[in-house]
């Protein structure tokens, strides 16, 4: 670029900067002249997105700053600090706009505050502003390689464009990881774990981060917070970088692949492996702790039953008539359910088929009672002493609800007290907004007359302002409204104002109409001016 199109580009940015300041101030001036809370807000955003556009306008004018290309760079560095000085003014009104107002007494008595109290509430704001501030870099470096991602063409590679995106990313991290210690110093520092004296020993390496860590010679210091010992404080309010859990996430892989598989037993339910020669009712997880017997017993599975080693029944052993066959347990179940055994007499030993080989037979030898299967005893795990004197109050109510009777009774009691449709309705309890204490005898709750619409057709045109401005919120409100409405006056949604045609307008178009209007002024004198040459844009009226 030629130093005269830089000149020009110099010249029209600061053109901007000075157009930006003159409507960031008229907007200033609007906020601090207003009482009305929901104009404040609307002004509060106007102003940020002023503050957001001259921002930018900092950060080219920072770029240009750093370049050698710009010989005279007094006017840069007058509107960068320019453009700074906004910038306070806006934190300001921000954190008067967050104050709730009956918390301002609290903040006027900081003053009277012991130096260590406010020395710990300087750090707290310290740290909070420069959070803050880390995060709108970050939002601006966010920003930046969005356009820079938007303007690169599909097959083409512009490595320069992706050297300053991984130098972003870079910095969008470091940006990070001083703001997870940041918050960290903070909850120490408010729950009294930190002293403030070691917050502002590291305010001058944090501020020197932050205004120079966009330098091209910038160098970081790494040992910022080794001073405070935040390592040990990690640990306990489980403070991690995202460095610290990828292991972590690796180590639950391994753990879940060193886990040997869980794998349905393909042997038959009647031919158990040697090892556990008593555990018919245990977890089939058992036989694969023995995975060098499997294959054996497998193989015998198929001589038995190739086709279905499904399933399994019971014969008597005695082999006269067959027994009355067993629940049928399914050999490919779910390794974790218990398989189930009915609760009358023990059933005989399953037996498989003549055609088994001999160690069917030796493993049936190996039973501890070869003529009934063994149960499992229930185990009553004693209560813990919590819970110790709940137990005689819970069996009583379990031998309760044995009896019919009782249940019968309680059934007919709970039936007596099913809710209606009407129990669903919030009760219309009034709450006033503003709340006075008055004698008792005086009405508690607005009278049900003032929602009456063609009440609001006999108030005067003060009343309905008042009502519409004052009960925000409201049915009374939209009712005002509405009354205004049908006296021909129109909402402006910029100006939060009501106008009225004072004769036809001179001009009107699609999207405007020009002439002279009259509105009611709610703001300062609480009257009705008149407004000549005055644009109306169809794009604020209020139609709803």
């Not at 003159?22 to 503050?51: M, R």
């Not at 453009?83 to 107002?101: D, G, L, N, Q």
């Not at 204490?437 to 009278?447: A, D, G, M, N």
Request: charged share 30%; hydrophobic share 30%; with cysteine.
């Amino acid at each position: 670029m030629s130093m005269k199109k830089l000149q020009a580009e110099i010249d029209r940015v600061l053109k901007k900067v000075s157009e930006g300041v003159e409507t960031f101030d008229s907007i200033y001036d609007k906020i601090q002249s207003t009482n009305n809370t929901n104009q404040k807000e609307k002004y509060e955003q106007d102003l940020k997105k002023e503050i957001k556009k001259l921002q930018r306008l900092r950060d080219q004018i920072k770029t240009w700053l750093s370049s050698n290309d710009v010989k005279d760079k007094s006017a840069l560095l007058e509107n960068r600090k320019l453009i700074e000085s906004e910038m306070e003014r806006f934190k300001t009104v921000e954190r008067e706009m967050k104050t709730k107002a009956f918390s301002k007494e609290g903040l006027l008595q900081r003053e009277r505050l012991d130096p260590k109290e406010k020395e710990k509430a300087d750090a707290v704001d310290w740290i909070t502003n420069t959070v803050d501030e880390l995060s709108r870099q970050i939002e601006f470096a966010e920003a930046e390689i969005e356009t820079m991602q938007g303007t690169t063409k599909r097959g083409k590679k512009d490595h320069a464009k992706a050297e300053r995106i991984s130098e972003l990313e870079h910095f969008i991290e470091r940006n990070r990881w001083h703001t997870n210690r940041l918050e960290l110093v903070l909850r120490l520092l408010e729950n009294g774990q930190l002293p403030a004296e070691k917050v502002v020993g590291i305010q001058d390496d944090v501020q020197y981060y932050l205004e120079c860590n966009q330098e091209p010679d910038f160098e970081e210091d790494e040992y910022i917070y080794d001073d405070l010992n935040l390592e040990a404080e990690e640990a306990l309010y489980n403070v991690r970088t995202e460095d610290q859990l990828t292991p972590s996430v690796e180590e639950d892989k391994q753990v879940k692949e060193e886990e040997p598989p869980v794998k349905p037993n393909k042997t038959p339910a009647s031919i158990k492996p040697a090892s556990t020669p008593q555990r018919q009712n245990s977890l089939p997880t058992k036989s694969a702790e023995s995975p060098t017997s499997t294959p054996k017993y497998a193989q015998a599975a198929a001589t038995v039953a190739p086709t279905a080693p499904a399933t399994v029944t019971t014969v008597d052993e005695n082999k006269e008539k067959p027994a009355e066959p067993t629940k049928v347990v399914s050999a490919w179940a779910e390794p974790i359910k218990i398989v189930e055994q009915p609760k009358q007499s023990p059933q005989p030993l399953p037996q498989t088929q003549p055609q088994q080989q001999p160690q069917v037979q030796q493993q049936q030898q190996q039973q501890s009672t070869p003529g009934a299967l063994p149960k499992v005893p229930k185990e009553e795990l004693p209560l813990p002493p919590s819970l110790a004197d709940l137990a005689s109050s819970f069996e009583a109510i379990k031998s309760r609800t044995q009896d019919p009777q009782y249940t019968n009774r309680m059934l007919e009691s709970s039936l007596q007290f099913v809710p209606d449709l009407i129990d669903s309705e919030r009760p219309k309890v009034y709450q006033p907004q503003t709340p006075q204490i008055t004698p008792s005898y005086y009405p508690q709750q607005p009278l049900a007359i003032f929602e009456n619409p063609s009440l609001f057709e006999k108030f005067d045109m003060d009343a309905l302002f008042f009502i519409f401005y004052y009960q925000q919120g409201t049915y009374q409100q939209y009712l005002a409204a509405r009354e205004l409405k049908k006296q021909s006056w129109r909402f402006h949604k910029k100006y939060l104002t009501w106008f009225q045609r004072h004769e036809e307008p001179k001009v009107i178009t699609d999207d405007y109409e020009q002439g002279t209007y009259i509105y009611f002024d709610y703001e300062n004198a609480w009257c009705q001016r008149k407004k000549t040459e005055f644009r109306f844009e169809y794009r604020y009226l209020e139609d709803a």
